[in-house]
């Protein structure tokens, strides 16, 4: 059973260019969370996608937008990226109603800088 | 403003002896309480959980203490272990009126157990 997967593991961009990041939740799950860690900080909330929806949002700019397939899938898109912008993006998938209340699995993460 | 706090950037256990993680939070509306552990280049991983309806929860070497009124959790682990030092992540959810919402994290204690 494959666990929650990020692709790409790492990648580089420069001041004002665009990415997007992407992740596929662990069998089973209909809910993606994305978070971006930043050095030396905990896990900060982006949004949450629920069918192909985007369900709560953290208080991050509107450079900062997803996608949800109807796989379940997702993308992160970002935009107009600044350095500030470096940090480990953590996608997160969860069943909506499950029985483990607010158990989200993690993936790897996209570690993503900004030059 | 940090809503989870963990104090202690780093502790630091004999194995076989206890450790024990500290974790303040300010919001009122937190009302189940996660932790989960890091590897290096892995995402986190859940560990064990409690709900503000409880003080309580035990799962094997692992204890979660929690203090509603001084808005206060600890996690005991116990024996230590070498393949418990990891960075340990406090993370705190609000009821919606629905599971899954947005995970807020503190910071992380990173904690080494030697042999």
């Known amino acids: 059973d494959a666990g929650v997967t990020q692709s790409p593991t790492h990648l580089i961009k420069t001041r004002g260019q665009q990415v997007t990041l992407r992740c596929s939740p662990k069998s089973g799950h209909d809910t993606v969370s994305w978070y971006q860690q930043a050095l030396g900080q905990g896990p900060q909330f982006i949004f949450q996608?629920?069918?192909?929806?985007?369900?709560q949002r953290g208080n991050f700019p509107d450079r900062f937008s997803g996608h949800q397939f109807p796989n379940y899938s997702s993308e992160l898109n970002v935009n107009a990226l600044l350095l500030g912008d470096s940090a480990l993006y953590l996608c997160a998938s969860s069943l909506l109603g499950g029985s483990s209340y607010n158990e989200q699995f993690f993936g790897p993460g996209t570690r993503l800088t900004v030059l | 403003d940090q809503q989870v706090k963990q104090n202690s950037p780093s502790l630091s256990v004999q194995e076989g002896r206890i450790s024990i993680l500290n974790c303040d939070y300010t919001?009122?509306?937190?009302?189940?309480f996660l932790w989960y552990k890091k590897y290096p280049a892995e995402g986190p991983t859940f560990l064990i959980s409690?709900?503000?309806?409880?003080d309580k929860n035990e799962d094997g070497r692992f204890t979660v203490f929690l203090n509603k009124s001084a808005k206060h959790l600890s996690l005991h682990i116990v024996p230590s272990q070498p393949g418990d030092s990891a960075v340990y992540f406090c993370a705190a959810s609000a009821d919606s009126g629905g599971s899954n919402y947005k995970l807020t994290f503190g910071k992380g204690t990173l904690l080494t157990v030697n042999p």
């Open positions: 996608y629920y069918e192909e929806e985007e369900r």
């Open positions: 409690i709900s503000s309806i409880k």
């Open positions: 919001n009122s509306m937190f009302d189940y």
